[in-house]
């Protein structure tokens, strides 16, 4: 067993003798340098640029953000509601027009 100081580490919880490292999730760690890999800004999960959809949302006052497929899907009208815009969101915003326009006909 190696022992470990965390004198200097203010992010770590002690439960029954075992020492928990928290991650913050303001700066997400990217574990390898491949630079196809990005980090979604929701759920930090990786999302491979090359096989995966990304998301990104932009907000005047925030910037950017860029997100995996799963959190854009629950959370796009959220996120459009308060502000987010993106290429995806007008996308999604215009579908639910369009079904919208052909309940109303129907």
């Not at 928290?22 to 640029?49: F, H, K, Y």
């Amino acid at each position: 067993m190696v022992a470990i100081n965390f004198k200097y580490c203010k992010n770590y919880i002690k439960i029954n003798k075992c020492i928990t490292l928290l991650m913050d999730l303001e700066e997400p760690i990217q574990d390898n340098n491949d630079p196809d890999i990005e980090i979604c800004e929701e759920c930090a999960g990786e999302i491979n640029c090359n096989k995966d959809n990304i998301y990104i949302l932009t907000k005047e006052e925030e910037g950017d953000k860029l997100w995996c497929q799963c959190c854009f899907e629950e959370l796009w009208k959220e996120y459009s509601k308060n502000g987010w815009t993106g290429d995806d969101i007008e996308y999604y915003l215009e579908l639910e027009k369009e079904e919208n326009e052909e309940n109303e006909t129907s």
